[in-house]
């Protein structure tokens, strides 16, 4: 063994990696966590005597990314993430550029969400929107927020476009694998331009749809929808979103109005501000409404101020505090179970120091 150590020692002094390795970067962040809330949802009114309401976490990410060009002027490489929670790799692909745009294969976003103007996918302050634990009901399938998507992480094909004149267009087709029929595509239009002296402005379009995953009547379609606008100037952002989320059965059964088991319709407002060098200030008002299936009439609304600090280089502070309110429009509540409110008002309070490298 200790020869052995010797001779690859040896090996990489005298330049015995390959050209392969020469461009390997590694990059990552770890993250300390704590979240307190106040909810009015009990879980058993009978026994359940409150929550500890408070809770401390941690998180870890590493990046590896392999990059290269060629003579012909072919931009490639791969990449892959390591994260903590999950089963090691949670990302991995390998993508080509060129003057004719960039083809992505392996693990990674959809267009509906990588090329998303919402806040969830802007990450203004580190954490999002923060919904306290029980603010809405465990079994309803609100949106909370404007993280969504069809396909997640799974592995798709992915083309984006060169800007032309500031347009730009992605699409991606994700396969659900042999045993699924819920194969998931999308696609985004992007344009961006500067007006009036200075100010940004960028206006998308994005959908993503997964067929269900077999032919029972109970198996959904999901089309998901989003129109958003984005405007900036100076030290200023101000983005809105609106986002659909239908899901539809097979086969209507017998007794139902319609097909649609959720039909939510959201709207999202971000403004956001650059205060200093070292602080970054912003607001987030998140409303929706489910119209279909048998949590027609539920809704959800949050309000979040968040505050990120720069305490040194790569070193962050970020604060959020969120109140949110869930109304249950159709559950039926026992005397019994008084404790128990179709109106559930909460509050979050979360905090994350956060060291990138």
């Given at each position: 063994m200790k020869r052995l150590l010797m001779t690859t020692t040896a090996l990489i002094a005298l330049g015995g990696v390959t050209s392969a390795l020469a461009d390997l970067s590694i990059s990552g962040n770890a993250q300390f966590t704590y979240k307190s809330w106040s909810d009015d949802y009990v879980d058993v009114p009978e026994t359940d005597s409150g929550n500890n309401n408070t809770s401390m976490g941690e998180g870890l990410e590493i990046w590896f990314n392999a990059d290269q060009t060629a003579d012909s002027g072919l931009t490639y490489g791969a990449a892959a993430r390591l994260r903590e929670g999950t089963t090691g790799v949670d990302r991995n692909y390998i993508y080509m550029s060129d003057d004719w745009g960039k083809v992505t294969v392996g693990r990674q976003w959809a267009p509906l969400y990588s090329g998303s103007l919402g806040a969830d996918w802007r990450g203004t302050i580190k954490g999002g929107q923060q919904p306290a634990p029980d603010a809405v009901q465990k079994d309803s399938g609100i949106m909370t927020g404007s993280y969504i998507t069809t396909s997640g992480k799974s592995s798709k094909i992915i083309y984006d476009s060169p800007s032309i004149s500031g347009l730009k267009l992605g699409v991606s087709m994700a396969d659900a694998g042999g045993d699924?029929?819920?194969?998931?595509?999308?696609?985004?239009?992007?344009?961006?331009?500067?007006?009036?002296?200075?100010?940004?402005?960028?206006?998308?379009?994005?959908?993503?749809?997964?067929?269900?995953?077999?032919?029972?009547?109970?198996?959904?379609?999901?089309d998901i929808t989003e129109v958003g606008l984005e405007v900036s100037r100076g030290d200023f952002t101000l983005s809105a979103v609106q986002i659909g989320?239908?899901?539809?059965?097979?086969?209507?059964?017998?007794?139902?109005?319609?097909?649609?088991?959720?039909?939510?319709?959201?709207?999202?407002?971000?403004?956001?501000?650059?205060?200093?060098?070292?602080?970054?200030?912003?607001?987030?008002?998140?409303?929706?409404?489910?119209?279909?299936?048998?949590?027609m009439g539920d809704e959800y609304s949050s309000n979040a101020l968040g505050v990120k600090y720069t305490i040194a280089p790569g070193l962050t502070a970020n604060l959020i505090y969120t109140m949110s309110e869930y109304t249950d429009a159709t559950k039926e509540v026992k005397a019994t179970e008084a404790k128990e409110n179709k109106s559930n008002d909460a509050t979050a309070t979360y905090v994350q120091i956060r060291m990138s490298f």
């Open positions: 699924s029929k819920g194969d998931s595509t999308s696609w985004r239009v992007t344009y961006g331009m500067d007006v009036m002296d200075g100010t940004g402005l960028k206006v998308s379009y994005g959908t993503e749809s997964m067929k269900a995953k077999d032919s029972v009547a109970a198996s959904t379609d999901n989320n239908a899901k539809e059965r097979n086969k209507k059964e017998a007794d139902a109005k319609t097909a649609k088991t959720s039909d939510q319709e959201a709207t999202e407002i971000e403004l956001a501000y650059n205060a200093t060098d070292a602080l970054t200030l912003n607001f987030i008002n998140f409303k929706n409404k489910e119209d279909a299936g048998t949590h």
